[in-house]
């Protein structure tokens, strides 16, 4: 079972682009299995034990790590800026107790604006 398997919406250019970078900089960790990426077109009901629906994770990233915990939002972009080669500064900058609030606010307006612009282009 992979550490932390990544749930994300390719239907949405930005998110599919952003997830395709990232996962070339995580290519040895894809590779040993320690992280995943998942399609949640491909599996709409894979999170539905969390309360987590297609929409959810259209609008915001969504992780599961290895002791099944689920992980949303900004979160998620912290864990994987941390497991990123020459990224864990953004994941300490960011995420540290005092910019971890802005970061999740900022994040969170970002994916509503994300979410109604590909509500509004047809990308489902």
């Not at 709409?44 to 002791?67: F, I, Q």
């Not at 497991?83 to 107790?97: D, K, M, Q, V, Y």
């Not at 509503?112 to 990308?123: C, E, P, S, T």
Request: include cysteine.
């Amino acid at each position: 079972m992979p550490q932390l398997t990544i749930w994300y919406n390719t239907r949405c250019p930005v998110c599919d682009a952003g997830i395709d970078w990232q996962r070339n900089k995580l290519l040895a960790l894809v590779k040993s299995g320690r992280v995943a990426f998942k399609d949640i077109n491909e599996e709409p009901e894979a999170l539905a034990a969390y309360g987590a629906d297609v929409d959810d994770v259209r609008r915001r990233l969504h992780a599961t790590d290895e002791e099944g915990r689920l992980i949303t939002g900004a979160d998620v972009a912290l864990l994987l800026w941390k497991l990123t080669p020459g990224e864990s500064w953004l994941a300490t900058l960011l995420g540290n107790r005092i910019m971890r609030p802005v970061t999740r606010l900022g994040y969170d307006r970002f994916a509503d604006v994300l979410f109604a612009w590909n509500r509004w282009k047809g990308h489902w």
